[in-house]
């Protein structure tokens, strides 16, 4: 019991510093740490992360039912802990430092090489909630419905700008109306 | 110019006389957090640190988040730290998170209850679902959308491939990833005497705010 908070708490204080370029890029880590080393389920992990997506500010506030699904109330503060605290202290102390390196070269050759793989692990959080998303998790068949929602927010996004929130709603009202 | 005003404040965006309330930090935060339904908390940030309170100029703005993104982290997150710290050091920092964070966690833990209640019920799983799908797409874009530049010129689309298949195809733990990428990328873009800096990419220098209201 005791252990498990332990547990959890040193896995999300890793994905925590590990998300270069936001939340996103830690999907797969996350996925991967709480359905293998956890007892989540993809199903609840796909839940949990459909919840965040309702909800107003950051959406990777999530991780608290991460918590709370593992080990209650105490498991959503320590997982909510261990995962912003680190960041913020992280920031912190380069809010401080960052007049220092202002004039390094190499401040720009760190943003600039990094840019890149940020935006990597970004398609790879985008490839993990449609892994989990648009095929059926029993058989792994595609699921047509799921496939057509995400196609046509992605086609509605690139043409103009809407508030994604409304779309997220509209694409949970659809499978309701029309997935199986 | 008198020599008290800060450099960067104009007629429209003054600089407050008085050092902000920590009250203030937390209020200014808790809306931003409170309203910013749909994700993209760094636009409405914007709006509520820039064109609400005042308390940064579009140039502090942008280099707080330059900032915010070269750090692990949530952007959001990152820059509340960044802007509470300057207005009130750590204290502001600290309300800033907590206020931006609050509405978003009572209600992710609420609607998490109902959920836990409501686990066998078909209609709430498929719109749980259905909004995973929407999900999916709006990733997708937003991805687009963030790598216009990297997805168009070379080396960057490589680095953007090679982390996508190493995290995803590979599996390859996201710590080694970071390590081997990351490190090649960096040396991709060391410093090089012969080649100057290029321009686009330093479009802001921290400056003036950290004259002005600082503790």
New interface residues.
Partial sequence: MNWQLVKLALVFM?L???????????L??ME?ATIHWFNLTD?QF?????????????????V??IG??LAGAIG?AVV?VAF?LP??I???A???L??RF?GS??R???????????????????????K???VHVVNQTP?F???G??????IV??WRHI??????????????LV?R | MDSATPPSSTANNPAPATRVALSQIFKVFFMA?????????VAYLREYLVRGSGWLSDEDFMSAL?????????????IA??TG??LRG?PG?AVA?GG??L???V???A??LL??QSRHNV?V????????????????????Q??K???ARM???A??????VA??IL?L???IV?IV??TV???????HPARP?APE??PF??GPR?NHYRR
Wanted: glycine letters at 12%.
């Fill in positions: 890793m925590s510093v590990l998300a270069v370029g936001g939340g996103t890029a830690v797969p880590e991967h199903r796909r839940d949990i992360y459909s919840i965040g997506q309702v909800a107003p500010g950051p959406n990777m506030l999530m608290l039912l709370y699904r959503a909510g912003f960041d913020c992280l920031t912190l380069a809010n401080r960052w007049i202002a070269p190499w720009q050759s760190v943003q600039q090489g990094m840019a890149p793989v940020a935006i990597g692990l970004m398609f790879s959080g985008t490839w993990a909630i449609a989990l998303s648009l699921d419905a799921a496939i929602i995400a196609a046509v927010v992605t996004l690139l508030n994604p929130g409304i779309l997220v709603l509209l694409g949970g009202t659809a499978y309701v997935g | 957090g409170a309203v910013s339904f749909g994700g993209g908390v330059e900032i915010s993104e070269t750090l692990p982290g949530l952007n959001s997150v990152n730290v960044i710290d300057d750590v920092a998170v931006l964070m509405p978003g966690a209600i992710v833990m609607l998490g959920w836990d209609t799983s498929h719109f749980l679902l259905g909004i995973a799908a929407a999900a999916a797409g709006l990733l997708l874009v937003v991805s687009l963030l790598g530049q990297q997805l080396p960057d689309l680095i953007v491939i090679a982390t996508f995290v995803s599996k733990s996201l710590a970071l990428i990351g990328a960096i040396w991709l873009y060391r410093p800096p990419h330093l220098h921290r950290h």
